[in-house]
């Protein structure tokens, strides 16, 4: 599973990026490994976002903003999970947060990390055939760039 891990404060994400690595340790004989990119500005979350199975989010600000960039992530045409790193209670008034978006407290304790990445991979058992996306479409093209590149410098 690959994970796209978004937050602004490099502290928080250094952290989660550590308890991701851990849970990967522990699930690589269940569900395989958990392959983390962490992220610090949306903009450059943006750049290839259909590369990724579930997005954590945590952006400073007012939980709305969180909402409007998963909104924006399911624009982008990508229905997978999304977990935001806040508590579920600053949602309670918006009434317009999209489908398969999961709430993890910060700060994150392994348990409900664990418990947040098993309903994830349930999610993905359940909706396994509306989360294909053409990924394998976009793969050789960024390699030639990478090799035109590459090459242009050697």
């Not at 790193?85 to 949602?91: A, Q, V």
Request: hydrophobic share 40%.
């Amino acid at each position: 599973m690959h994970i796209a891990v978004l937050d602004e404060n490099i502290a928080d994400r250094k952290q989660l990026e550590r308890l991701l690595d851990r849970e990967s340790d522990r699930r690589i004989s269940t569900s395989g490994n958990l392959f983390v990119d962490s992220f610090g500005a949306a903009e450059s979350l943006f750049v290839t976002p259909k590369l990724y199975d579930f997005f954590m989010i945590d952006i400073e600000g007012p939980g709305s903003a969180c909402v409007e960039l998963t909104k924006r992530i399911r624009a982008d045409g990508i229905p997978v999970p999304v977990c935001i790193l806040r508590n579920e209670s600053e949602f309670e008034g918006i009434e317009d947060i999209p489908e398969n978006v999961l709430f993890l407290e910060k700060p994150v304790k392994v348990a409900d990390l664990t418990a947040t990445i098993d309903k994830c991979l349930q999610i993905w058992e359940e909706k396994r055939d509306e989360f294909v996306t053409p990924k394998d479409e976009e793969l050789p093209v960024k390699k030639n760039i990478f090799r035109r590149i590459f090459e242009y410098f050697y």
